[in-house]
């Protein structure tokens, strides 16, 4: 059997232990028979008395629990029970269940289950602050081109638009994090897409930086957004650059990888089938386990008050989560971090190239258009926009409310 059986006589010593015992105390058959049951747990650095050990002793009832055993790293579940005949208690068996890897999919799921209670909540903010946003923004706009260039107030009024755009960035990222901002997926080889990018990466870490790129000879295709994939890269860019305040080097490498039921077993995530791996490796500060652990919650930061939000790694979390990716952290403290991401493969697809077309001129001034907004302040805002522009609006509160009004006006 894979649990450790012990049987405990009522002078609290060893009667008897199974193979998986012996393995477990890591200790011989005939060194452990006999020796008192305490003494044994001390060998491997348990030095206070078991508890539901303790409870059957004095009740003589069946007791369970749980138990980390630091020197193995290890969390077992201890089920204790009298043995009896008859009415006379001739001791106790104890049977220790390695429930480490249990464990470890009990945190996953509790961070897990945070993260997607936070993504909700962040959505449901970002949503109602980009309604307050585009009010801002509209009005703004219509003030701004009431205003002649030379208006003392216009240089105050693009402050307050700028600031507005800024904020509308951060909500686009809360949006991200959430996984509620729509992506654009098409197919994409990966090795363009950091050849593209990788100009902007370079302004992006500085001169005291070497960008090194490490590109698979493998087309690796996938279905992506593009512009999502880039912000994930730029994320782990400016992650990578603040871990090297004195300079050092950044490695961006592709490659192919199998996700195997190994894989999944050991990390506890992930589904079998072949991926596109991108690894940014820096050597900087690194990190230590605890830091690991908290590194893609949103707002944590180790940064100091003013020099990051916190949402840089959650939102490259939440991008390839909706990618039905995965991202995992490999660091220790004064030895540089690397992040994996692996993202699914196309096995068949088709890239179509198109030539864009030149765009129509706009038409506007003199159509009617119908909008169906829930937000009062900005179903105005909307209006009086469009009102301005020459057009004719008819305004509707709801679905319903929309297809009433269209009814009604549908031969204008």
């Known amino acids: ?30 060194d452990i028979i006999k020796q008192p049951i305490n003494d044994l747990f001390r060998s491997i650095g348990i030095h206070q008395e078991i508890q539901p050990l303790a409870l059957v002793k004095h009740s003589g009832t069946y007791e369970e629990g749980e138990m980390f055993f630091p020197e193995k790293s290890m969390w077992c579940f201890v089920t204790v029970a009298p043995a009896w005949d008859d009415k006379t208690l001739l001791g106790t068996v104890c049977i220790l269940t390695d429930i480490t890897q249990l464990k470890k999919l009990e945190g996953q799921l509790r961070h897990a289950q945070k993260m997607e209670a936070i993504g909700t909540l962040a959505g449901g903010i970002a949503h109602d602050f980009n309604n307050i946003l585009n009010i801002i923004m509209g009005y703004g706009s219509l003030v701004q081109d009431s205003l002649g260039e030379d208006h003392p107030s216009r240089a105050q009024l693009n402050e ?15 949006l991200a994090f959430s996984r509620k901002q729509v992506a654009d997926l098409k197919p994409l080889l990966i090795n363009e897409s950091v050849i593209g990018i990788k100009k902007m990466l370079s302004r992006i870490i500085g001169e005291d930086i070497e960008l090194i790129t490490d590109l698979s000879d493998n087309k690796m295709l996938i279905m992506a957004d593009g512009g999502q994939i880039e912000q994930v890269l730029m994320n782990l860019t400016t992650n990578a650059r603040d871990a090297m305040p004195k300079g050092g080097s950044l490695t961006i490498r592709t490659g192919l ?11 506890g995530y992930g589904e079998p089938g072949m991926y596109a791996r991108i690894s940014t490796t820096d050597t900087g500060v690194g990190m230590d386990e605890e830091t690991q652990k908290k590194m893609f919650e949103p707002f944590f930061t180790t940064k100091e008050i003013g020099k990051g939000t916190g949402l840089g790694l959650s939102i490259a979390y939440g991008i390839i989560k909706q990618h039905k990716g995965f991202i995992n952290i490999s660091s220790e403290a004064g030895k540089g971090t690397t992040f994996n991401i692996y993202l699914p493969l196309l096995q068949e697809a088709h890239i179509e190239y198109r ?19 829930d937000d009062a302040a900005v179903r105005d805002m909307s209006r009086i926009v469009l009102e301005s522009f020459g057009y004719s609006v008819i305004i509707a509160e709801d679905g319903e409310d929309a297809i009433a009004k269209f009814t009604e006006n549908r031969d204008k």
């Open 160 to 174: 307050v638009l700028t600031a507005a755009e800024r904020a509308a960035n951060l909500t686009k990222r809360l």
């Open 1 to 30: 059997m894979n649990e450790t059986i012990i049987l405990i006589d009522n002078e609290d010593k060893v009667v008897k232990v199974n193979r998986t015992g012996t393995v477990f105390f890591n200790k011989p058959y005939v």
């Open 355 to 373: 030539e864009s077309e030149d765009a129509s001129p706009l038409k506007g001034g003199i159509e009617t258009i119908l909008i169906a907004e």
């Open 257 to 267: 990888f199998e996700i195997d039921d190994r894989f999944v077993e050991a990390n």
